[in-house]
């Protein structure tokens, strides 16, 4: 198995009737300011450094962003929740760029890799109880492929309770339960650390429960957390 036969499993997919007509769907009627753009409308792969040491996991690919330009937390609009992401990620040396507009952009990661819990773009941002599950094997490949990972940002509630999914299936046994929280940290033995942070989506950049300073908080934090290393983590 390699990474990209991982990302070929991912692309041509098609466990879940309803997010795939959904994304074809949007696709063909697309939005106004996409109108002569070509959509991906496939399921959406991880992005970013194979050696990354923190995963960065978020919920789905946005109707028109990723499932238009086939790159998670890519093309959702100025200010929208990829250039609030990358934002951070730039200003803590994770990324080359502040923005995130399309695959051609120029974009790149150090040290950092993007994955979503749901690879297909679901009808209101909520993908039923089923379609999550039906995703946790395509996470467990590519984590297979990213064997440097020592912090896991998780973006949102979906994303935590994935991510402690793939935990229990590698049979370590964590009691009580995690609680989510924007900034709380969960170490468990034979795990990367988990840090929960609120998903960069508008409903909550746009009202202040989250802002900039507290997205780039966290991937401070992080980055804090990762072993001495012979090549530091810098700056582009």
């Avoid at 990213?146 to 994935?162: S, T």
Wanted: aromatic share 8%; glycine share 8%.
């Amino acid at each position: 198995m390699s990474l990209s036969k991982v990302h070929h499993d991912i692309v041509t997919c098609n466990r879940c009737s309803r997010l795939r007509s959904y994304c074809t769907d949007i696709a063909r009627l697309k939005r106004a300011a996409f109108r002569n753009d070509t959509y991906w409308a496939r399921p959406v792969p991880g992005f970013g450094d194979p050696n990354a040491r923190v995963l960065i996991l978020g919920l789905a690919p946005a109707a028109h962003g990723a499932n238009r330009t086939g790159r998670v937390f890519t093309g959702d609009g100025s200010g929208g929740s990829g250039d609030f992401l990358m934002s951070a990620l730039n200003r803590n040396g994770f990324a080359n760029i502040p923005t995130s507009h399309s695959i051609e952009d120029g974009l790149q990661l150090n040290g950092a890799y993007i994955a979503a819990a749901v690879r297909c773009a679901p009808p209101d941002n909520k993908p039923t109880p089923g379609e999550i599950l039906a995703c946790q094997s395509h996470l467990e490949a590519e984590l297979s492929q990213l064997p440097n990972v020592e912090v896991v940002v998780a973006l949102g509630k979906i994303a935590f309770d994935a991510w402690w999914r793939v935990v229990a299936g590698k049979a370590i046994v964590v009691r009580p339960r995690p609680a989510f929280g924007h900034g709380v940290v969960h170490r468990v033995a034979g795990s990367p650390i988990v840090i929960g942070s609120y998903h960069p989506s508008r409903q909550n950049t746009n009202t202040g429960r989250l802002t900039a300073s507290m997205m780039e908080a966290v991937f401070r934090k992080a980055a804090t957390f990762l072993t001495p290393h012979p090549s530091p983590l810098t700056p582009f």
